[in-house]
């Protein structure tokens, strides 16, 4: 029943044995069901927190919607074996813990064919790490669907990486995974948008330069920066925008990912300085504000 807690393990008949639990299932050890086509209906909680659990002799482990398989203690290595298959109805979510850095989780463990919908819940200890090559959290049987299950909820607090759950085809497993998420790509933009910036400014100071050297061909009277000696205030008013179209694409972990890294960026400033000239030479200094 829902309030009750089965704390152990269980030793069934050679017969079509069923289970039916919705309270709490803290399975510890060998549980034996026997022969016969034995059935275990779970709506409450199944937990292996305790090292290995094993249900032998079990034909079908049948997770309901509100059914919950958890073996998340913040440590990894335990798993729960089920004897033959698992189907998941849509709502039902196991718990594990993983540690991507040393490719160690908690392991559901199914002989048969796991079908169904299923979503996986996990738990990450230790550092956030990229895991290209995947950490088991489920070892399945032949016959086991692509869809059996899908990633939930994860605790990863790192905006640089990306959770997936990866179905690793020849061996009926799935392998949580982890890949660079949209801030890797946009940081590497975010230097460009930076140059960007240094450049606004560094062409006000050419232009200056520029309008130095031009000034005494058109009229000495203009200018005593060009032939003559002399100190000169100068300011320019900066604004503009620069807009880039631009993409990244990541192969990995299962698939290829395409993120968008366009920006616009806006302008707005003032550079001025203090010169002092005389004949082809020109020195001063140059400040500026720049938003």
């Given at each position: ?7 152990g393990?269980?030793?069934?008949t050679?017969?079509?044995d069923?289970?039916?639990n ?18 275990f ?7 292996s927190?305790?090292?290995?659990a ?16 958890e073996l ?5 290595g ?9 189907q ?5 979510r196991?718990?594990?813990d993983?540690?991507?850095g040393?490719?160690?989780?908690d ?17 990450l200890l ?7 090559t ?12 692509a ?13 640089f ?10 061996n ?6 982890s890949t ?12 460009e ?12 100071v050419?232009?200056q ?19 003559k ?7 320019q008013?900066?604004?503009?925008e620069i807009?880039?179209?631009?993409s ?35 020195v001063?200094v140059?400040t500026g504000?720049?938003?």
């Open positions: 029943t829902a309030a009750a807690t089965l704390r393990r269980i030793d069934l050679d017969n079509a069923v289970v039916n919705a309270g709490t299932f803290d399975a510890i050890g060998t549980s034996l069901f026997g022969l016969g086509s034995d059935v209906s779970n709506t409450g909680f199944v937990r927190t305790n090292g290995a094993t249900f032998s002799g079990l034909e079908s482990f049948v997770n309901v919607a509100t059914g919950r398989v998340r203690d913040s440590a990894v335990d798993t729960l074996s089920l004897g033959g298959t698992y998941g109805v849509s709502g039902a196991p718990g594990v993983a540690n991507l040393t490719h160690a989780a392991v559901l463990i199914v002989t048969g064919a796991a079908t169904g919908s299923t979503v996986l819940d996990a738990q230790g550092s956030a790490t990229f895991d290209l995947g950490t088991l959290v489920v070892d399945a049987g032949a016959g086991t669907s869809t059996a299950f899908s990633l939930g909820n994860t605790t990863n607090s790192s905006p990486i990306k959770m997936g759950l990866l179905y690793d085809t020849p009926n497993n799935f392998l949580l995974i660079p998420e949209q801030p890797v790509f946009e940081s590497v933009m975010a230097g948008a930076f140059m960007n910036f240094w450049h606004n400014s560094a062409e006000a050419s232009a330069l520029t309008a130095d050297r031009d000034s005494d061909r058109v009229d000495d009277n203009v200018s005593h920066l060009s032939g000696s002399g100190l000169d205030i100068w300011a008013l900066r604004t503009g807009e880039r179209d631009a990244q694409s990541f192969t990995g972990g299962g698939g290829t990912s395409v993120f968008d890294t366009s920006y616009q960026q806006d302008f707005l400033g003032i550079q001025g300085g203090l010169e002092y000239g005389t004949g082809n030479l020109v001063g140059t504000w720049q938003d």
